[in-house]
Structures are given as structure tokens and as C-alpha cells.
């Protein structure tokens, strides 16, 4: 089955700076990676997503990249403000599957 | 439209009792999860249901049971609790895959079993 990294565990990063998640799969056919973000005591919802014939894509502040030769994904947020404070998960869809693998998550605090 | 929905949203449980978590959407998905959430361990997926009658196994099923006899509910059972079930429970529903991907999720039930 797929197996998905995640790192960061945590950063901290004051307002205004970038943030960037990193995370690596295992399965060479996963196709689709989608990335959550978990305020305290919230339920997960989702962020951004990225098929596996795109390379890139945007979102006003954040982004997500794709690297499917090296089989990692990341996820940047620029300009970072005190409510992007959350938990972010990663996560890796392996094609024709209906599940989803997720990371350990990636604790975000932006100081003011 | 309420999205989805989890009933309870809190229980205590003593070691051997049982309890069942119900999931309600109202999204028409076809398919619904469920999750547990422990502290450093992410969503780790317990069962799953492809559509109505339909339930498999995820990463972490023992001690739970499932069952979706509805398309818009799907119940996890826990048969003989366990302090190692302690956790917060998360439900989710999506499209049939290949139209969307994204999962939706439920607001959770902390669930403590002493």
C-alpha cells in the first residue's frame, strides 16, 4: 500500500514569512494529492489539490508542487498571517483506489 | 444542507461497554469513511464504504464494525471497548471518484474509554 511522509512536524515561522511542508510517497501510480488543514478542535478541510499531470498549482497564497520523478509533493504558503495557524496533512491517492493515505500532519504556528 | 453530520459528539465508555457512531451526509455521496485521529498519528482510516451495502476494511479495523444499510449513513460499532480506542472519530463522504476527490469530514466524536 501507499505510504506517505511528512515533515516538517513542526514550524514556526513569525507573520509574513513562508512556509513550506514537504511530503514523499511511496506508490509510483498515486494520482491525485490533496492537502488539509485542521484548525484546533475543527474538522479537517481541504486546502488545495494536485492531479499528477500538473506540475504546479496556485491559490492566491498557497501552492502546492509536484515532483513525481523524486515522489514528493510540497505545499507553500506565503505572506503567512496568525489565522494560518493549524494543523496541515498531506495526503496520496494510489489510481483506481478509492482511499486515501495520509500523513502525520505538520503543526503550523505564525507568530504575530 | 447540513453536510456531514456525526452523532455523538462526546462519550465516556468503560472498558468492555459498546457504542455505535453515526454518520449522516446529505450530499448524496458515494462514498463514506472512517477515520481516528491520535495525537502524532494523523488520519488513519478504520473502514469504508464504496456505496450502499458495501463496507472493506482500511489500515486499522480491528475491534470496530461497520455497516452503511442507507446510502446517506454509515455506522462504526465498537463491540468490546477498549482504552487503546480512545481517540477523536472523524467521518467522511465523497463523490464517486472520478468526479471529485475531495473528501468531506464530519465535526468528530471525542470518544475516552476508561
Known amino acids: 500500500g501507499e505510504n506517505v511522509e511528512q515533515h516538517p512536524s513542526t514550524l514556526s515561522v513569525q507573520e509574513g514569512d513562508s512556509a513550506v511542508i514537504k511530503c514523499t510517497y511511496s506508490d509510483s501510480a498515486s494520482n491525485y494529492f490533496p492537502w488539509y488543514k485542521q484548525e484546533l478542535g475543527k474538522r479537517p478541510q481541504l486546502i488545495i489539490d494536485i492531479r499528477s499531470n500538473v506540475g504546479e498549482k496556485k491559490d492566491q497564497r498557497i501552492a502546492v508542487t509536484l515532483n513525481k520523478t523524486a515522489k514528493h509533493f510540497s505545499l507553500h504558503i506565503t505572506e503567512t498571517q496568525p489565522e494560518d495557524s493549524a494543523v496541515y496533512f498531506c495526503?496520496?491517492?494510489?489510481?483506481?483506489?478509492?482511499?486515501?493515505?495520509f500523513g502525520k500532519g505538520t503543526m503550523l504556528l505564525v507568530s504575530p | 444542507n447540513a453536510g456531514v453530520t456525526q452523532t455523538p459528539k462526546f462519550r465516556v465508555l468503560k472498558t468492555g461497554q459498546s457504542m455505535t457512531l453515526l454518520c449522516a451526509q446529505d450530499?448524496?455521496?458515494?462514498?463514506m469513511y472512517w477515520y481516528r485521529q491520535d495525537p502524532g498519528m494523523g488520519l488513519r482510516l478504520i473502514h469504508y464504504?464504496?456505496?450502499?451495502?458495501?463496507?472493506a476494511k482500511g489500515e486499522v479495523p480491528d475491534g470496530y464494525n461497520v455497516s452503511r444499510l442507507k446510502k446517506q449513513n454509515f455506522l462504526l460499532g465498537l463491540e468490546s471497548a477498549a482504552p487503546s480506542q480512545t481517540s477523536v472519530y472523524f467521518c467522511?463522504?465523497?463523490?464517486?471518484?472520478?468526479?471529485?476527490?475531495?473528501?468531506?469530514f464530519g465535526p468528530g466524536t471525542r470518544l475516552t474509554v476508561t
Open positions: 464504504s464504496v456505496g450502499e451495502g458495501t463496507t
Open positions: 467522511a463522504s465523497s463523490y464517486q471518484a472520478g468526479v471529485s476527490y475531495e473528501q468531506y
Open positions: 495526503a496520496a491517492r494510489i489510481g483506481g483506489y478509492s482511499t486515501l493515505t
Open positions: 450530499m448524496n455521496h458515494e462514498y
